[in-house]
């Protein structure tokens, strides 16, 4: 199985809004709709973020958002906030009954 | 809620087993909603899922790391397991063990982590 493809990185400036894409294929992002996304600040153990495409964990701020279309899902930060910058990940549940993840994408807060 | 500890060696020696454990606290690792975990993390590299097990018995492994792979889980205990043989540099990482919390169909809860080192 092949990683989900995101950008390497992106980056906004507070107060802004940024989207990172994830790319799969038909066997895993448009598989299902077990999509999640996490976050993680090195050294740091990742943070569940997203879940299900576009559902929240408790104690998950509001600015975090995810969506999905096809084979790509999305997850949309809004206002952006210095502490927002860290690593995010991507992962998705396959046909296959695996878990592939994305190579992940470092999210700069200018 | 839910808490998971992995623990195990941190150096292990070129072509040896590496063996890993998770112990479960404040929760069942029998309970029928769960599937339980690992995944990796090279130095300064991405996420790579591993292997799970769910309350049924079922493995599943990824596939460039299946003929040398194994997930089990000890009830008595309240502990799942990694072994991954014939080790090589390249399986140098950070290994996580994880499980769905509140979030039934995601890993959740994450253990802090812990490096092995393979390396003669």
């Known amino acids: 199985q092949s990683a989900l493809t995101q950008p390497a990185s992106v980056s906004g400036s507070p107060g802004q809004s940024i989207t990172i894409p994830c790319t799969g294929t038909n066997d895993d992002i448009g598989y299902n709709n077990y999509v999640s996304w996490y976050q993680q600040h090195p050294p740091k153990a990742p943070k569940l973020m997203i879940y299900d495409v576009n559902n929240r964990p408790s104690g998950v701020s509001s600015r975090f958002s995810g969506s999905k279309s096809g084979r790509t899902a999305s997850l949309t930060i809004s206002g952006l906030q210095a502490e927002d910058e860290a690593d995010y990940y991507c992962?998705?549940?396959?046909?296959?009954?695996?878990?592939?993840f994305g190579g992940g994408t470092k999210l700069t807060v200018l | 809620q839910l808490q998971l500890q992995e623990s195990g060696p941190g150096l292990v020696r070129p072509s040896a087993t590496l063996s890993l454990t998770c112990t479960v606290s404040s929760g069942s690792i029998t309970s029928s909603t769960s599937f339980w975990g690992w995944i990796r993390q090279p130095p300064g590299k991405g996420l790579e899922w591993i292997a799970s097990i769910y309350y049924s018995g079922a493995t599943y492994y990824n596939p460039s790391l299946r003929r040398r792979v194994s997930i089990s889980v000890d009830r008595t205990k309240n502990q799942f397991s990694l072994k991954l043989s014939s080790v090589t540099a390249a399986d140098t990482a950070t290994y996580y063990c994880?499980?769905?919390?509140?979030?039934?169909?995601?890993?959740?809860?994450w253990g802090q982590g812990t490096l092995v080192t393979v390396s003669s």
């Open positions: 994880a499980s769905p919390g509140a979030a039934a169909d995601a890993f959740d809860v």
């Open positions: 992962i998705a549940f396959t046909s296959s009954t695996t878990w592939v």
